[in-house]
């Protein structure tokens, strides 16, 4: 099975910026979607934004439209998120997942997760 390492997470004042990585081993991603998502303390793991396998095509959930951008580097076995003017609401942990190219919403595998912590 292929593993997903996330990092890049930390505490950051509103407004600020963070860019997230998530390293794959263990076999290539290269041939699926990739996406984000994040789970906020007492709440459902949410989508946030997946990217399709050679990265012609992205999608965002609503709330971070025009402030995070998902890329990737299959070179690299690799997946970034790009996150600008972050807010206190954008506070949780984020997972790095697969996802099936027909839900991209479905995670079928995800790492362990990089917490982002956002301070007004």
């Known amino acids: 099975q292929v593993q997903l390492v996330e990092s890049g997470g930390g505490l950051v004042q509103a407004g600020g910026s963070l860019r997230l990585s998530c390293v794959a081993s263990?076999?290539?991603?290269?041939?699926?979607?990739m996406g984000w998502f994040r789970q906020a303390p007492g709440k459902e793991r949410a989508f946030v934004a997946a990217?399709?396998?050679?990265?012609?095509?992205?999608s965002y959930v609503n709330s971070v439209k025009g402030r995070f951008t998902i890329s990737r580097y299959n070179a690299a076995n690799s997946v970034y998120l790009r996150m600008n003017d972050l807010k206190p609401e954008d506070t949780a942990v984020y997972y790095c997942?697969?996802?099936?190219?027909?839900?991209?919403?479905?995670?079928?595998?995800w790492g362990q997760g990089t917490q982002v912590t956002v301070s007004s």
């Open positions: 997942a697969k996802v099936r190219d027909g839900s991209w919403s479905t995670p079928d595998y």
């Open positions: 990217i399709s396998r050679t990265g012609g095509t992205t």
């Open positions: 263990g076999g290539t991603i290269s041939t699926y979607a």
